[in-house]
């Protein structure tokens, strides 16, 4: 995997994490009500709101579902979050690296005879 690729994964897990703890806290849930009715563990819950870890998705899909009516929802606000929140500054980022080229960039000196 590309150092590129882990940063983003890096940049996405906690965008998650943060999306979801937001929801969890709207929903007035604590991360062991949580964790208890999605058969995962306070722990793991905390670790993926940390961004510490990426979750399982059938195990977040379940831990969603106790906090939510509608996950598609909480899709819905994360993107729109990663969006808003992560894109711009990830575009900024790759603007200040410096251009490869590739190819000729100045005319060869033609050689004295």
Excluded: C, H
Aim: charged share 35%.
């Amino acid at each position: 995997m590309t150092k590129k690729k882990d940063d983003y994964r890096v940049i996405f897990t906690k965008e998650l994490g943060i999306t979801f703890k937001k929801w969890r806290n709207k929903a007035q849930k604590t991360q062991d009500y949580v964790g208890d009715y999605s058969d995962v563990s306070r722990v793991t819950i905390g670790k993926w709101e940390s961004g510490k870890n990426i979750p399982d998705l059938f195990d977040f899909y379940q831990a969603l579902k106790q906090i939510s009516t509608n996950p598609s929802e909480f899709w819905t606000d994360f993107a729109k979050s990663y969006e808003e929140k992560v894109a711009p500054k990830l575009q900024v980022a790759e603007r200040r690296k410096k251009p490869v080229f590739w190819g000729k960039t100045q005319k060869k000196p033609i050689p004295k005879k």
